[in-house]
């Protein structure tokens, strides 16, 4: 008998994986599709298409969704769609100054959530809390549902010692630096957990649940405490060497020209100094009103503070180049802005982002498109609850060459169905 050449029958296995995969991503940017639209748009047989769409539907990943009439002849064309409850993903946020804890379904409907709005404490603290809150969680899902949760997601920027003074910080999160929190958690929880910048995360959110569904490539940023940033490239998350691509609150600026900026003694600052809420957090309290959360942050925006466009103006004025100068390396068309707040601030950014991007445009560049997030507050937490689906459902180029998910993760599997 003729032998198969070495890695044969691995190869078919990892394009079959990469090919459900690719029809589930499909199903979830058109929302219902029937097999005929499957194959056309994944250029593979009918038949082959017929196969995977039955291994699904058994797998209950996906579910019937009704009929459709194809033309004036012959029978209904059979829809399908994404099941809900196909799977589920709990997410974990850490920041510097809140920890978020959701639980959400295939659909990216959240079913759980708790917010603790509280300077990060030491990391045992941190982990009995958020052990809690995961508990909590499990217990709105029934036997068979917690069968379906794929894992844990930990969203947390990198670096978490650093950057205090840009941040206005009077704490000490050093021990974080020393700490692999997603090997505890996972340890404590007995779950798997899969962890990623915080950045690449709430990106990944956009990616599997919200813009990506139409966008294939942009540049995802978000206003948190610091900044955070991610890029999506031909539907995949570009992590970088270290997981800190397209980390733009890195950029280097001019320092800030508000009373309220911390003194620099270097030339240059970091964008996130100056485009942060944390930055606006220090303006205002600069000038005597009192913020002790997001509420009140939410108020001031809301009141029309002078203060408030003061931080915007200087915010802006940091941040077109540094959106240019990544976009001129990325060559990215749209780019997603979202914040832990709104109140009319999202849309004020990108009104003010888009006119200083196009009165810098260079001669033979176009202006991206500049859009809304979907997630707003839940940005972070959405994010980290999508990773466990992410990795196990989406049709990234790492499946084709067999590597598992455990390059970004903790005790985390490749699984072929939930």
């Known amino acids: 008998m003729r032998q198969s050449g070495p890695g044969r029958g691995t190869n078919s296995i990892n394009l079959r994986l990469y090919n459900e995969r690719t029809l589930l991503q499909r199903l979830r940017r058109a929302g219902e599709a029937s097999k005929a639209d499957l194959a056309r748009w994944a250029q593979l047989t009918n038949t082959a298409v017929g196969s995977i769409v039955q291994s699904l539907e058994e797998s209950r990943l996906i579910e019937p969704a009704g009929r459709r009439q194809e033309g004036q002849r012959g029978q209904p064309a059979g829809l399908y769609r994404i099941n809900p409850e196909g799977a589920y993903g709990i997410g974990v946020r850490l920041d510097r100054t809140s920890i978020e804890t959701v639980l959400i379904d295939l659909g990216g409907r959240i079913l759980a959530r708790e917010a603790h709005d509280q300077l990060l404490p030491h990391p045992d603290e941190a982990l009995a809390l958020v052990r809690k809150s995961i508990a909590r969680m499990l217990g709105v899902l029934d036997g068979a549902q917690r069968r379906r949760l794929m894992g844990v997601g930990l969203a947390q920027p990198y670096n978490l010692g650093s950057w205090l003074r840009e941040l206005d910080l009077q704490a000490d999160f050093r021990i974080w630096d020393d700490v692999d929190f997603g090997t505890l958690l996972a340890q404590a929880v007995q779950q798997p957990v899969f962890k990623e910048n915080d950045g690449n995360a709430a990106a990944i959110a956009e990616l599997f649940f919200g813009v990506g569904r139409e966008e294939n490539d942009f540049l995802y940023v978000f206003f948190g405490a610091a900044l955070g940033a991610g890029a999506v490239i031909d539907g995949e998350s570009l992590r970088g060497s270290t997981g800190n691509a397209a980390d733009l609150g890195l950029m280097p600026v001019l320092p800030s020209g508000l009373a309220s900026a911390p003194p620099s003694e270097r030339r240059w600052d970091i964008l996130l100094s100056r485009a942060s809420l944390n930055a606006l957090t220090r303006h205002l309290r600069h000038n005597g009103i009192q913020v002790r959360n997001h509420d009140d942050l939410e108020a001031c925006v809301e009141s029309g503070r002078r203060e408030v466009s003061e931080w915007m103006d200087d915010c802006v004025d940091a941040l077109v180049p540094s ?21 009319g601030l999202i849309d004020e950014l990108i009104r003010r982002v888009d006119a200083g991007l196009r009165q810098i445009a260079p001669e033979a560049r176009q202006t991206p498109r500049l859009l809304r997030g979907s997630f707003r507050a839940n940005a972070g937490a959405v994010g980290a609850a999508s990773l466990p689906m992410f990795f196990s459902f989406s049709p990234r180029a790492d499946v084709l060459r067999g590597q598992p998910a455990s390059a970004f993760s903790h005790t985390a599997k490749e699984t072929t169905h939930a």
Do not use: G, T, Y
């Open 323 to 343: 959106l240019r100068a990544a976009l001129a390396v990325l060559d990215l068309p749209a780019v997603v802005i979202d914040c832990d707040i709104d109140c």
